[in-house]
């Protein structure tokens, strides 16, 4: 929607507001001008503020009879061209810091000019019959070159790239598809079609063109075009507020827009009056158009106020700008709305509020600009919008993109669930996610059991979503299957994936660590992360684990710890055995628990040995071993260096005659092999006990 911002219900011939050409046409007279940084204003008055303008606005020069400036929507440029290209043509984009400037022959008044996609050729519209051609490629002569349109006494309304070499003209009879040859310096006719039009709207993320058919307008004819293929997709009729009293162009296209929402392809039309007499106020009606099937109506989106409207589409959220009251409002067609059965009807999600207060910085040397900052005026009816997000001031020679800051809409959307609902789908969520898990798990704003849960749950589900596409990506990669199928990517992980660790790292350990809530409350929640996890098949970490039992153990709650292991709350894991190992000194069941553990685990035996004997538990692995009957194979050696290591005289001395005895019972002879490498052991008992304290062989 190339609109100006006051827009009003359209009255009985109104003319078009100034500056508001189609886009790609004047955005307004204006001209060239430094890059400026403004500032949004922070503080008191910019609280609950959940829109913003971005912060490295592109700056071109104020309105002037000599300067006229176009903005291409493909490209998100803004054109400066003064005197019609002879004196200068300035190109900046939001994404291009380098702005391109060159000069081109004044043929008369510029009615559009844009670049193709890479900006390798320049498409310069001067007559109502044909548009011109200028290469911008290395070693290729600055000549322009022209193109007619086929049809007779047909009027160029406008044109669009859809390619770096493809250009459709939209006349008032219909639409051309060519091919530009830059080498050649000519075009070829790739398709064309004919059609009464009344004007044309493009999207170029969908590379859709739609076309307004019919006296009345309101049957929308779209073409979709890709690498040199152009498709007819199936028409469909915007039905209007009421039967119009006569045959004139009813539907106009200030009140629609087109935008990719959550991947899919709408026209937004912008309803002053509703059909029902009953229900006051204009609303935004979606329909939804694939790329096969029919049109839908599928939302409508309720206002509930009328007067001059513009719309934005940023980050898949729908904002409407209300000039009257200088406020806007968001709407997520994601979020539950009221189903009647065919369309869902929404509510706003969050309070009307205006777009965060913003300064423009003053321009000029740096001596001159220690002046305050210009509050930039807000909602000015010189405002043109542009689909998705682009908003361009023609009085102040700005352009900006249109931001959603999230932080806000944390204080102004208590429901937790309706919050999670709504903070998965942005795209910088995360930060914001494990910062409102912190705060529900704090004073002042700690949260009930139950509602912890439901955040869990949101927040898991989506991570499960992540975990299967990966699991599923995993295996055709692995089957071989990826070959016969090259279009398969690899899931992208956003940041609504929030994992075990995240939660780990920001909320939990940060949670037990402060101490602050009562110890039964801190074991319930991550008792209810771990089940939130289980719930959705996901295998738990086992730091998870650990954090519950370090805080059991902190609060001397050793039988609740029992409990859990002995009904397997806390799922077996090697890392947890062990931990269970070093908590033997202040709970001796602990050690019990361990082994039953490993054993459960079916952990390969000489594992758990040395575990055990890392901790220097050399005679419960010597009890283990036996136990599992494994004590005639195991190395002397190492226990005997296990047994010295630990300091323990009475230690080494009890291993050492376990040794002794297992020769004598296997080989008849108490002493050990040369093979065994065990000398100096002998040689140390000897010191410490003496030689008559070895063992003599017994003789039956």
Wanted: charged share 20%; with cysteine; net charge neutral.
């Amino acid at each position: 929607m190339a609109a100006a911002m006051g827009r009003d219900p359209p009255g009985p011939a109104e003319d078009e507001a100034p500056g508001a050409a189609a886009a790609g046409g004047a955005a307004g007279r204006e001209g060239g001008g430094e890059e400026g940084e403004g500032r949004a204003r922070g503080g008191a008055e910019a609280g609950g503020c959940y829109l913003a303008l971005c912060a490295r606005p592109v700056h071109f020069e104020k309105a002037n009879p000599v300067n006229c400036v176009f903005f291409d929507e493909a490209n998100k440029q803004v054109f400066a061209v003064r005197s019609g290209g002879a004196t200068g043509v300035v190109v900046k984009g939001l994404e291009d810091r380098n702005p391109i400037s060159f000069r081109m022959e004044d043929k008369g008044e510029v009615k559009c000019i844009k670049f193709s996609l890479g900006n390798k050729i320049l498409a310069v519209q001067r007559t109502s019959k044909s548009v011109d051609f200028l290469n911008f490629i290395p070693d290729s002569p600055q000549l322009e070159y022209t193109q007619e349109c086929k049809t007779k006494n047909a009027n160029i309304l406008g044109f669009c790239w859809t390619s770096s070499t493809e250009i459709v003209f939209i006349t008032d009879q219909g639409i051309e598809f060519y091919q530009v040859l830059p080498e050649k310096r000519s075009l070829k006719l790739l398709k064309n079609q004919s059609i009464n039009v009344n004007w044309y709207m493009y999207c170029p993320e969908s590379s859709v063109i739609l076309l307004s058919t019919t006296v009345l307008g309101n049957v929308l004819q779209p073409f979709y075009f890709k690498s040199g293929t152009m498709a007819k997709l199936s028409k469909f009729e915007i039905e209007l507020p009421a039967a119009p009293k006569s045959s004139k162009l009813s539907l106009s296209e200030r009140d629609i827009a087109m935008a990719t929402i959550y991947g899919q392809l709408y026209v937004l039309y912008l309803r002053h009056h509703s059909r029902t007499s009953n229900s006051t106020g204009a609303e935004v009606v979606l329909y939804h158009l694939p790329r096969e099937g029919s049109c839908k109506k599928t939302h409508i989106l309720k206002l509930n106020r009328t007067g001059k409207f513009a719309l934005n589409v940023v980050d898949n959220l729908v904002v409407v700008h209300h000039q009257d009251t200088e406020t806007s409002v968001i709407f997520d067609i994601k979020l539950k709305g009221e189903f009647d059965g065919s369309t869902t009807i929404h509510q706003f999600v969050l309070p009307p509020r205006s777009i965060q207060p913003y300064q423009i910085p003053v321009a000029g040397p740096a001596s001159v600009t220690s002046q305050a900052p210009v509050p930039c005026k807000l909602y000015s009816s010189s405002w043109i919008v542009f689909q998705p997000d682009i908003i361009i001031s023609a009085s102040e020679g700005y352009l900006w993109s249109l931001q959603v800051k999230l932080e806000p809409v944390v204080n102004l959307l208590l429901d937790k669930g309706k919050l999670m609902d709504f903070l998965l789908q942005r795209k910088e969520c995360k930060m914001v996610i494990l910062s409102v898990c912190s705060q529900m798990l704090s004073e002042p704003e700690r949260g009930s059991l139950s509602v912890i849960a439901t955040v869990f749950d949101k927040l898991n589900q989506e991570y499960k979503k992540y975990l299967e596409a990966e699991q599923s990506y995993t295996m055709v990669v692995e089957t071989g299957l990826s070959r016969s199928n090259p279009l398969l990517k690899r899931p992208v992980r956003t940041q609504a994936v929030i994992d075990q660790s995240d939660m780990y790292t920001h909320v939990l350990s940060v949670f037990t660590e402060k101490k602050e809530a009562p110890h039964k409350f801190t074991i319930a929640v991550l008792m209810e992360y771990i089940r939130s996890l289980n719930q959705f098949q996901i295998a738990v970490q086992h730091y998870l684990y650990e954090l519950v039992i370090k805080t059991l153990v902190q609060h001397n709650l050793f039988y609740m710890l029992h409990q859990f292991l002995q009904y397997h709350v806390l799922s077996d894991s090697k890392p947890l055995a062990c931990l269970l190992l070093s908590l033997e000194s202040i709970y001796p069941p602990a050690h019990q628990l361990s082994l039953d553990m490993l054993k459960r685990l079916s952990t390969a035996n000489d594992e758990i040995v040395e575990v055990l004997l890392s901790k220097h538990q050399v005679l419960a692995a010597l009890r283990f071993i036996r136990g599992i009957g494994g004590h005639d194979s195991i190395s002397a050696r190492k226990f005997l260096d296990a047994a010295k290591q630990a300091e323990d005289e009475m230690l080494f001395y009890t291993i050492f005659r376990f040794f002794e005895q297992r020769n004598q019972r296997l080989r008849g002879n108490p002493s050990f092999t040369p093979g065994e490498h065990c000398e100096e052991h002998v040689t140390f008992f000897k010191q410490v006990f003496g030689e008559h304290a070895l063992m003599k062989p017994t003789t039956f």
